[in-house]
């Protein structure tokens, strides 16, 4: 089992940044890779970004790209999510997911692809 525990979500101005954890517990051994999800009410959740934990490819919802940055530190079993220029749209909650399925070539962006889920984090971007 893989235990995550997200954090620093909160309220930000539209424009403004904010950088998400994700902290690993347990059996992080055995993951290949992580990835951050959002759900806003009554929608769906969806697929911001992923990144390959033994090369470190990261992948992006086009909604994000050039916002957003995942990245990993490995001695820590940590996954941040730096996002910038935030939007409204960008208001949801954030979940971290841990996979450990081994896919040569998948970008890691469907719910299927993960194993683990965090509780969540809540972000809000509004003036």
């Known amino acids: 089992q893989v235990q995550l525990v997200e954090s620093g979500g909160g309220l930000v101005q539209p424009g403004g940044s904010l950088r998400l954890s994700c902290a690993a517990s347990?059996?992080?051994?055995?993951?290949?890779?992580m990835g951050w999800f959002r759900q806003a009410p009554g929608k769906e959740r969806d697929f911001v970004a992923s990144?390959?934990?033994?090369?470190?490819?990261?992948y992006y919802a086009d909604s994000v790209k050039g916002r957003f940055t995942i990245s990993r530190a490995n001695a820590k079993n940590t996954v941040y999510l730096q996002m910038n220029t935030l939007k409204p749209d960008d208001t949801a909650v954030y979940y971290c997911?841990?996979?450990?399925?081994?896919?040569?070539?998948?970008?890691?962006?469907?719910?299927?692809?993960?194993?683990?889920w965090g509780q969540g984090t809540q972000v809000t971007v509004s003036s």
């Open positions: 997911a841990a996979s450990d399925k081994i896919y040569a070539i998948r970008s890691y962006s469907y719910l299927y692809d993960y194993d683990y």
């Open positions: 990144i390959r934990l033994n090369n470190g490819n990261t």
């Open positions: 347990g059996r992080t051994f055995s993951s290949t890779a």
